[in-house]
């Protein structure tokens, strides 16, 4: 398991700029940048791959009521090992699934959210076609549970993602999208 420290969620910050009082509902979409290692994975077949970080919300200035979290098919990049000259232990075929789940817990919890999150998240299921372009991704969305808004509202949180592959390679996840109910 690899453990990245932490990284600044700026982007989530930036929401606050957008206010709706008495609009009813408003949504923000707010991507969340995993740059440089935070979102790249060496995945070999069958063996899960996770990484955490964390972020501060506390100058954020806003207050979330609901939410859910996409995983995004223009986001994700997979480039399998010896360019593609072999998949996994088994004969070399295009394509390929590989599964992404997320945990969250409190920002302090970084060190312990990808074995003990407060809420897990997926899988979802994404599905490459020959040429290893993301082709399909179930469910396109998750609802976030209370107690992870509940955790956003309070200003920081870790984030764990837990990559596993039928395909040896690299993935690239460049971001998370959360769209945010005001």
């Given at each position: 398991?690899?453990?990245?420290?932490?990284?600044?969620?700026?982007?989530?910050?930036?929401?606050?700029?957008?206010?709706?009082?008495?609009?009813?509902?408003?949504?923000?979409?707010?991507?969340?940048?995993?740059?440089?290692?935070?979102?790249?994975?060496?995945?070999?077949?069958?063996?899960?791959?996770a990484k955490a970080l964390s972020g501060d919300l506390s100058n954020s200035g806003i207050t979330v009521g609901s939410g859910d979290l996409l995983l995004n098919a223009n986001d994700i990049s997979f480039?399998?090992?010896?360019?593609?000259?072999?998949?996994?232990?088994?004969?070399?075929?295009?394509?390929?699934?590989?599964?992404?789940?997320?945990?969250?817990?409190?920002?302090?919890?970084?060190?312990?959210?990808?074995?003990?999150?407060?809420?897990?998240?997926?899988?979802?299921?994404?599905?490459?076609?020959?040429?290893?372009?993301?082709?399909?991704?179930?469910?396109?969305?998750?609802?976030?549970?209370?107690?992870?808004?509940?955790?956003?509202?309070?200003?920081?949180?870790?984030?764990?993602?837990?990559?596993?592959?039928?395909?040896?390679?690299?993935?690239?996840?460049?971001?998370?999208?959360?769209?945010?109910?005001?």
């Amino acid at each position: 398991m690899i453990r990245i420290g932490k990284l600044l969620l700026s982007s989530v910050a930036a929401i606050a700029l957008v206010s709706c009082t008495g609009c009813g509902g408003a949504r923000v979409t707010v991507p969340l940048a995993l740059d440089g290692t935070a979102g790249t994975f060496e995945v070999t077949a069958g063996e899960p791959v996770a990484k955490a970080l964390s972020g501060d919300l506390s100058n954020s200035g806003i207050t979330v009521g609901s939410g859910d979290l996409l995983l995004n098919a223009n986001d994700i990049s997979f480039t399998p090992a010896d360019n593609g000259g072999g998949k996994g232990t088994v004969n070399y075929q295009g394509g390929g699934v590989f599964t992404v789940s997320g945990g969250i817990a409190a920002g302090a919890d970084v060190a312990t959210v990808c074995d003990a999150p407060v809420d897990s998240y997926g899988p979802f299921t994404v599905t490459l076609d020959a040429d290893f372009n993301v082709e399909s991704i179930d469910p396109p969305s998750i609802n976030l549970e209370q107690s992870t808004i509940d955790l956003i509202n309070s200003g920081a949180i870790s984030i764990c993602l837990t990559v596993e592959s039928n395909v040896d390679g690299t993935l690239v996840i460049d971001e998370l999208t959360f769209s945010l109910g005001l």
